[in-house]
């Protein structure tokens, strides 16, 4: 395996994606066999031409050592139209010094002491180890993030160890993810699979996802994203949300995730907002879910808090017209959770052919829980879901 230096590795990437811009449809290529040490770049486009491939074979990683950090992504697209980031090649963020000081990072960052050295080449890759004095930044940069970009494609390639989110897109129109493989260990601190943020008409599937929080994560802003076939696990699930943090408004709507499984995952298809938020989750459909050793498979969750202690608000995320269908598996803690705001609570919740039974090597479990939930059974369901209320007519809130 050959290794391309940080210094070298920069001036090669950066030196190749000017000429690529230059001409509609070209590629770049990071080959086979090589390893690549490549610092924080951003393969701007806003004077390129359409269309350009990243044809990714080899391996990409991240550098250890501090004194290259100081933005806040690593890999970032930006403003293009037309980026196709394929392959069999592998991003390796590295992620596991900054892990280290992730107990603290839950909630603020914290600034932690490491030390850094220039090794010699060890096998297959000349990096930085981790021997020597240095401090790494507050805040840690996902992996590789599209940003302000329309007609992105990303298929093939591998994304591990990132020192947070893996993959990122934030205002972005027409993506496409297929057959990727996203890999860190499940008890990593944050390190989301994909991240939705602000775009629209998405599609995501054929992929396998392993991290340590939400294997992929719906944010405000996001509409019209279809996932499927897609297995999760370890991680926290598919999310919509947290929204409404800070009293902010959020806006998510025709969302779909179906045939699609989740194994040993903390939950498995997921709603939740901050208390003091505005703004409405519309026109949800889960269908069509394997779970396997979930703890709580189905949940809304409109008093997520992720500190020891969170303010009462009245205001929420109004949360309307969320569908079950055909969610099945084990469950090992309870099988739906459903606690909603008392002055907005969710309403159009309808569940049918739910069968969850509890984890055979599992021992304490508790029932289904709702709160303010507001729907309809269309079958029966394995446990009874009785604590579902009729629908009824619930005055209107600040939607989107």
Known sequence: MSVATLSLSWQAFEATWIEACKVEGSIM????????????????????????????????????????????QWLEFSKLNGICVKGKGIIDGQGSVWWKIAPFLLIEEYEGDYSEEQDDYAPKIA??????????????????????????????????NSPKTHLKFDNCVAVQVSGITVSSPGDSPN?????????QNVVINSSH??????????????SAVFIHDVHCGPGHGFSIGGLGKDNTKA??????????????????VRIKTWQGGSGSVQGIMFSNIHVSDVKIPIMIDQFYCDKRKCGNHTSAV?????????????????????????????????????????????????????????????????PPIDCIQPDKRIPSYDSC
């Open 209 to 222: 996802i392993a991290c340590g929080d939400d294997c992929i994560s719906i944010q405000t802003g996001s």
């Open 318 to 382: 109004a949360i309307s017209g969320v569908s079950y269908q055909s969610i099945k598996g084990t469950y090992s803690y309870k099988p739906v959770h459903f606690a909603c705001s008392d002055s907005v609570p969710c309403t159009g919740v309808s569940l049918a052919d739910i069968e969850l039974k509890p984890s055979p090597e599992k021992k304490h479990f508790y029932g289904p829980y709702c709160w303010e939930t507001y729907g309809e059974l269309r079958t029966n369901t394995t």
């Open 29 to 72: 290529m990071v080959p086979s066999d090589y390893d690549f040490l490549v610092g924080p770049i951003s393969f701007s486009g806003s004077h390129c031409e359409k269309n350009i491939v990243f044809q990714l074979d080899g391996r990409i990683i991240a550098p250890t050592n501090p004194k290259v950090w100081g933005v806040l």
């Open 251 to 268: 806006c998510v709507s025709n969302i779909t995730v179906q045939d699609s499984t989740l194994q040993n995952t903390m939950t498995g």
């Open 191 to 199: 390190t989301d699979g994909i991240h939705l943020q602000n775009s």
């Open 127 to 160: 990096l930085i180890s981790s021997t020597s004095k240095g401090k790494m930044p507050r805040t840690r940069p996902a992996a590789l993030k599209f940003y302000g970009s329309s007609n992105v494609v990303v298929t093939g390639i591998t994304i591990q």
